[in-house]
């Protein structure tokens, strides 16, 4: 599809089911192309039924989209209870979207939304906007103690994008731990604009090298 000068090419996958229940191997292929598809894609639309709600493969397949870096929209229409129980958790970064397939509401909006969140997932963040940061991190204090040692953040740079990637430069990289990673996630989200894309971050020791 070519819209205001911008080329979009969209894959329409078939319903990924519980393997139990695929049986017939067009069933399979399907799924397989699926995945194949999730897997080129830069942004993912998962689309939720109103009348259902979340279901557990909804899940599942959300946590797929987020292993493999996609950026990810979430539509929906009355069915926000189960959406922010069972995959705010998973990632409250995601955009919302009510939409009628019926009488066509809101639809026209899926192509800002599909833009943004591209937009994210494929920016760069300066070296002195993460020096900021990473100094605001410094002076906040919380950090990961374990009896005498104490984690010390050095640097961080930024190290990929499509999603956007970050190499944290530390003295102890075993001390971080996932409660951690996530406050340290949360904090940049705080400060950065990452709607709508997951974001990965690595913790590397630093080595005598290294300066």
Same mark, same amino acid.
């Given at each position: 599809?070519?819209?205001?000068?911008?080329?979009?090419?969209?894959?329409?996958?078939?319903?990924?089911?519980?393997?139990?229940?695929?049986?017939?191997? *067009?069933?399979?292929?399907?799924?397989?192309?699926?995945?194949?598809?999730?897997?080129?894609?830069?942004?993912?639309?998962?689309?939720?039924?109103?009348?259902?709600?979340?279901?557990?493969?909804?899940?599942?397949?959300?946590? /797929?989209?987020?292993?493999?870096?996609?950026?990810?929209?979430?539509?929906?229409?009355?069915?926000?209870?189960?959406?922010?129980?069972?995959?705010?958790?998973?990632?409250?970064?995601?955009?919302?979207?009510?939409?009628?397939? /019926?009488?066509?509401?809101?639809?026209?909006? *899926?192509?800002?939304?599909?833009?943004?969140?591209?937009?994210?997932?494929?920016?760069? *963040?300066?070296?002195?906007?993460?020096?900021?940061?990473?100094?605001?991190?410094?002076?906040?204090?919380?950090?990961?103690?374990?009896?005498?040692?104490?984690?010390?953040?050095?640097?961080?740079?930024?190290?990929?994008?499509?999603?956007?990637? %970050?190499? %944290?430069?530390?003295?102890?990289?075993?001390?971080?731990?996932?409660?951690?990673?996530?406050?340290?996630?949360?904090?940049?989200?705080?400060?950065?604009?990452?709607?709508?894309?997951?974001?990965? /971050? %690595? %913790?590397?020791?630093?080595?005598?090298?290294?300066?």
């Amino acid at each position: 599809v070519e819209r205001d000068g911008k080329h979009y090419r969209m894959v329409d996958t078939a319903g990924i089911r519980k393997k139990s229940t695929v049986y017939e191997n *067009i069933e399979y292929y399907s799924m397989v192309r699926g995945l194949r598809a999730i897997d080129r894609a830069d942004v993912a639309l998962l689309v939720v039924d109103a009348s259902v709600g979340v279901t557990e493969q909804d899940q599942k397949v959300m946590g /797929l989209a987020i292993e493999r870096g996609c950026a990810i929209d979430r539509k929906r229409e009355a069915c926000m209870e189960t959406v922010d129980r069972r995959l705010g958790v998973m990632a409250p970064w995601a955009q919302y979207l009510r939409i009628s397939a /019926l009488t066509g509401r809101s639809v026209e909006k *899926i192509w800002a939304m599909v833009d943004a969140a591209e937009k994210t997932r494929s920016q760069k *963040i300066s070296t002195s906007r993460l020096n900021t940061f990473l100094t605001d991190l410094r002076e906040f204090g919380h950090t990961v103690v374990d009896g005498k040692r104490r984690l010390r953040m050095h640097y961080v740079t930024q190290t990929g994008v499509n999603p956007p990637t %970050f190499t %944290f430069f530390v003295n102890h990289s075993d001390l971080v731990n996932d409660t951690y990673q996530r406050y340290v996630e949360n904090r940049m989200r705080s400060t950065f604009d990452f709607a709508g894309t997951p974001i990965r /971050l %690595f %913790f590397r020791k630093k080595e005598q090298k290294d300066a």
